[in-house]
């Protein structure tokens, strides 16, 4: 497994930005698709935007146009950038390392195909 630290959440009014920064240590990420997840109180975790061993990317359409998740495989660090936050946005965000070299070069979306998780950094869009 990889050690994931997130940082960078806090509270912002809707319409602004934050950047999310993930970084990774141990397990070299350099194979894996990495994402970040996201869950809502009394809503289940879901996929926000992942990120490929060779830097495509998948984003949810929630936030498609809004967020880019970027990765730095020299520093072992995963981005995201939030713009055009709105109050739906809100959640603790999560950082995820997928279990498998490569994933047969596609996504999954799927928590179960994740095995290395950041402890979570919270945002919060209010005015």
């Known amino acids: 497994q990889v050690e994931l630290v997130e940082s960078g959440g806090g509270l912002v009014q809707p319409g602004g930005s934050l950047n999310l920064t993930c970084a990774a240590s141990?397990?070299?990420?350099?194979?894996?698709?990495m994402g970040w997840f996201r869950q809502a109180p009394g809503k289940e975790r879901e996929a926000v935007s992942l990120?490929?061993?060779?830097?495509?990317?998948y984003s949810a359409d929630s936030v498609k146009g809004r967020f880019t998740i970027s990765r730095d495989n020299f520093r072992s660090t995963v981005y995201l950038q939030m713009n055009d936050l709105k109050p739906e946005d809100t959640a603790v965000y999560f950082c995820?390392?997928?279990?498998?070299?490569?994933?047969?070069?596609?996504?999954?979306?799927?928590?179960?195909?994740?095995?290395?998780w950041g402890q979570g950094t919270q945002v919060t869009v209010s005015s």
């Open positions: 990120v490929s061993w060779n830097s495509r990317t």
């Open positions: 995820a390392a997928d279990r498998q070299p490569f994933r047969g070069g596609g996504f999954s979306t799927n928590m179960r195909d994740f095995d290395s």
């Open positions: 141990g397990r070299t990420m350099n194979p894996y698709n």
